[in-house]
């Protein structure tokens, strides 16, 4: 049967929420609609009557340096993101994290915005925004604001926008910088759903000398219910000289404060632990070596 | 309806169609461009991928009215004025195609890849091609041929077929000569079921069971009736003639009467003007049931107090038990100094086949093409279709016409009746055409799948390595319905000595009704199962030996004078020694530092051998044959004509090929014409690796008597003796002169004789199981060795590279074998490594594509395969059946090389990486659970 009955490309914010004013909500916004077509398909979303494909509103696709940040349009596919050079090079996780979900042609539709409306505790493209501390230029409510993306979250699958009311309109963060750099990877397995075992991005910034952690900010899922930073871990990495001794304070902090679950025909919560401690001793001295270095190549796109 | 403008392959449309429209629906059905095909409808598989504005998209789930406005390219736009595009060209040269359903969009995706990237890589390739999934080639001769294309696009001379050696080719045999469908495949020319619309057709859709196990109180269709647009609602009191239907046993139900067994049966069925109102007159029908108790353990089933699935079965849910009963295993086991006893657990498989099944109807009389009631369906058995619907809708066979449509893969899931029966009798219905097409998702749910299977066996030896005992228990989940389970399970059973001398045997296999998804046909056909426990066992007793694994097996290897343990000599034709020398060879070589394991840092590698064999032909005492029509024509062509079926295999280039041999015709003056009941005699059901054997002998013999005929002929009108004629080049020679063959077609005209000849060929008699004697005609071997690679800190396993070699008799089509070879390991490195088939108490949760991995081509390992030609004397030019072998083995090859590399052995699949890694830091050796079992 038809997914959808009426299908809208409004041209404006304001012509987009208009639509969704008008069906009360039996209109959804769809941007890319590779998560979005799936879960109505599969009854876990109502058929709507019309979809609001928000895409061809102008800066929804928009991908533009402003100065030390970025602002991403909603709007913007991972092919996007992933072909993107200053990306490569000052959000490198971003870039990893996005280079693999889906296969190409999921990566040349579906959006950094829908990534994050789907709101999984482990959305790719999300645990990256997350360590790069992004904030989401939004309408909740009519209001348009800018909000801290972590505020978006309330469950998993479930965020504060209600995709039949509400608009993701973009993001922003600041690139890295000098002694800063970022990273990403996953664990998968073969079978089954194509959902992380466990995915990693870390952010992190360097002293002028380079010798010891001054900040970082690590996204760790799924752990939460919805993504969350490691604070624990963040916290003891602070002001720690540079070296292995740290991955190895991170590991066992990780593994007094992070306490994964079991998820049905995914991974054992001793699975997931293991594999914390797997990906902090694979991401963190990654993440260093490209703040020390200030060269980032991004590593794993299109495969893992 | 709303305006969608589009431009199409550079010509602009202006469409009036409804929004709700998928991309891949306007191309398909509003623009009539079937090139473009629709598998999964959940982006997948990439089956449907175009270019939207050059940029690769999964057109099922990408909305229409999302591409207003774009420059749309799908496969029909790029051959232009009639020349082939490079892709399309590499892709025939490589033998990149089989069933050619995915073709469309790996050729799209690739065509992607290349305009941006014109020298990618082999890694670049993977990457773009991800999640482009292919079930036939198992991507090899993708990568070459996508390597091949940017050659020739960047002005360099395009790669060829690297070939494979074999014995001296004939003139037509032997030769890799691409199939006679393969340019409509890479064209988006070919026709699927699906690809084919009737004036007034109507949409017919199914109603399933509500529970695993019920009883039918009550269906009230009344209101789906009412529903303006439906044209027909059909329950089992509409079932004309017999409601039971299936290949061996009649028990599946054609509309559930009295229960529903799983949840797959099929409750109701409706016609409908639309696909929209088909989907809503489904939601009103109303049906009560009495849920009943549920059997989903094939072991529980056999217990006394389990609940029946078939109450009239007068075995309770045994459905068949299976026995091999070989010399005194007692003595046997006595006579060994080690015995090794383990259990194994497979699961079941889904086929996954890139076509999801269609079946369309056509009433009797409804045009002039169609004066007889017509079934045009992807069939692998397109008799027993028509069998099995005549005796559904109580007519005579012959008042059936079965029009077999090009088949996008089967594998074995293909043969069970699927829409067929339900289509003729909505279109007898409602007198309209009538269109079933499966989606994915009750594709997944609906059609027998690869038997789950528990096997206890245990093998006995001497300290010198002779094989001395092997004693085994295998229960097999038939599910609802037999299907095919008593003769898959057999072969399972037999084979479970694996292809050794083996003196002494007891194997006990219970086949057993569930309420499960039936259990059927799969590739393998049972000893794929019994091999990974099978050559388990022999790694396991020949390091309690300690001996050499390949020693161990080159010791007890069947060969020419060996008895097996139903009790047949082997004549000849056995190549599993020299196919265990060719994959060792290559394997270790001459090195004196080859080591079976070794660690590299963080991961661990191993080697992994493991050997097969498997029959061709039904055997068992079951009547084999096969009846093809060779006619030849005024203008010096040929026809072969044949119910046999070509899923992709390349059937009709190997009867093309032997029919050309034997009329000295050049091959491409062959055409095969394959599966019209009507127009082509039965060549028996495509299964068992028969059809290279069974209608490739058909083919040859009804060719032989046709050039005989035609000598005659020739003869006569030229008055010299037969025996000088020599046929050549598509003439006859005689005395230094030529003759056009078609030339002495019109002779035989002239004389009112008919240039035709039909030949019913019966294969060599087989005995049944338990008799003794020659179970079957031919078997087939294969060894092959994997090397995997561990990562020990997350336990995932990849496999680097497959060394095969398999022995078929002869190598009909080096190039169709090559790809047979390729895909047989990769599938079964899915069943290995990515797929399980997950039920939870009789409901299936793996119904959808998202949730079942088949290997996609980053799985692709390095794969060097060998053939070994070890010719059987009642095959055609010496071959025998290749479909299965060449995947049996690769899962117990893979197990054995883990085990090598981590000193974990995997006593279930799919392999799970989870459990594995748990147990390395645990320090245990087993794994007995997979990842079914994370909960």
Known sequence: MSLWNHYYTPATVEEALALLRTYQGRARVIAGGTDLLLDIKQGHLPRPDALVDITRIPGMGDLRQEDDTVYLGAGVTHAQIVDSPVLAARATCLVESCGVVGGPQVRNVGTIGGNVAHALPAGDGTTSLIALDATADVVLNGVRQWLPLSELFVGPGESRLDQTRDLLIGFRFRLCGSHEGSAFKRIMRPQGVALPILGCAIWVRLDESGQ????????????????????????????????????????????????????????????????????????????????????????????? | MSKLLLTVNDTPYDLDVPESRTLAQVLRYDLGLTGTKIGCEEAECGACTVLVDGTPVDSCLYPAFKAQGARITTIEGLA????????????????????????????????????????????DIKVALKDTLCRCTGYVSVIRAIQSAARELRGEEPLPWPGVPTVPPLKAVGRPVPPQEVVDKVTGRAKFADDYAFPGMLIGRTLRAAYPHARIKRIDTSKARALPGV????????????????????????????????????VAIVAAEDADIAARALELIEVDYEPLPVVTDPEYAHSPDAPLVHEEWETGNLLKHIK????????????????????????????????????????????????????????????????????????PEDQIRVRGTLIGGG????????????????????????????????????????????????????????????QATLYGDAGAYASLSDKVMTRATTHATGPYVVPHAK???????????????????????????????????????????????????????????????????????????????????????????????????GWGVACAYKNTGLGGGAPDRATAEVEVFPNSTAEVRISSADMGQGLSVVLAQVTAEELGLPVERVHVLLSDTDLTPDGGPTTASRQTFMSGNAARHAAITMRQALAAAAAERLGVSPEVIRFEDGRLHHNGSAVEIGEVVTWMH???????????????????????????????????AALVEVDLETGAVKVLKIIAANDVGRAINPRMLEGQVEGGIVMAMGNCLTEEYIVENGVPWSVLFSRYKIPSIKHTPEVVSHFVEEQVSSGPFGAKGVGEITSINTMPAIANAIYHATGVRVYRVPVDQDALLRALKAGATEVHTTWHDVK
């Not at chain 1, 066992?252 to 306490?259: K, P």
């Not at chain 2, 409601?243 to 028990?251: E, S």
């Open chain 1, 212 to 304: 010891r952690y001054e900040d970082a900010r690590i996204c760790i899922g799924p752990v939460a219910k919805v993504p969350a930073r490691a604070e624990a871990v963040e916290q003891a990495l602070r002001g720690q000289a540079v070296d292995a001794e740290a991955v190895e304070l991170a590991v066992s902090v990780a593994r007094q404060t992070l306490h994964p679950r079991t998820s049905k025909y995914r991974a054992t919560a001793e699975y997931r632990q293991e594999m914390i401690e797997v990906l902090l001793r694979r991401v963190l001295p990654l993440a260093t070596q490209r703040a020390r270095t200030g060269e980032a190549i991004p590593e794993g796109v299109g495969m893992e």
């Open chain 2, 80 to 123: 232009r004025n009639g020349e082939l595009h490079p892709l399309q060209k590499a892709f025939i040269e490589h033998g990149a195609v089989q069933c050619g359903f995915c073709t469309p969009g790996l050729i799209m995706t690739a065509k992607a890849l290349l305009d941006r990237n014109p020298n990618p890589t082999e890694h």
């Open chain 2, 231 to 266: 044209c027909a609602v059909l329950t089992h009191q509409d079932v004309p003639g017999q409601n039971r239907h299936g290949l061996i046993y009649a028990d599946w139900p054609v509309l559930c009467d009295d229960k529903v067994r799983y949840m797959g049966d099929a």
């Open chain 2, 324 to 395: 091999v009963r070989h010399g005194d295993v007692e003595q046997g086991f006595a006579e060994s100094d080690v015995i090794i006893e383990r259990e194994y657990r497979t699961p079941t498989v889904e086929h996954a086949f890139m076509e999801p099944e269609c079946s369309i109807a056509v009433p009797a009389g409804y045009d002039d093409e169609h004066p007889k009631l017509t079934i045009y369906v992807g069939s692998q058995i397109p008799y027993e279709d028509r069998r099995q619907t005549a005796a559904a809708l109580g007519v």
């Open chain 2, 411 to 470: 594998f074995g899931g293909k043969e069970d009746i699927a829409g067929q029966i339900h289509a003729a009798m909505l279109a007898q219905a409602t007198g309209r055409p009538v269109k079933i097409l499966y989606t994915r998702q009750e594709s997944l749910l609906f059609h027998p799948k690869r038997h789950a299977t528990i096997i206890r066996i245990k093998t006995g030896a001497k300290r010198d390595g002779t094989l001395m005992a092997v």
């Open chain 2, 507 to 605: 194997i006990d296999c219970y086949a057993m009704y569930t309420n499960n998804p039936p259990s059927g046909a799969f590739r393998g056909f049972g000893v794929t199962q019994s091999a990974f426990a099978v050559e388990q066992n022999m790694d396991l007793v020949a390091e309690a030996l300690g001996m050499d694994p390949v020693e161990f097996r080159r010791k007890n290897a069947q060969r020419v004078g060996a008895t097996t343990a139903t009790g047949q000599l082997l004549r000849e034709s056995v190549g599993l020694l020299e196919t265990i020398d060719r994959v060792e060879r290559d394997m270790r070589g001459s090195d004196p530092t080859f080591r079976w394991g070794w660690r590299e840092g963080t991961k661990a590698y």
């Open chain 2, 750 to 784: 002239e004389q009112g004789q008919e240039a035709k000849v039909r030949y019913v060929y019966d294969a060599p008699k087989t005995q049944p199981l338990g008799t003794g004697g020659d179970m079957h005609f031919a078997f087939s071997y294969a060894t092959q």
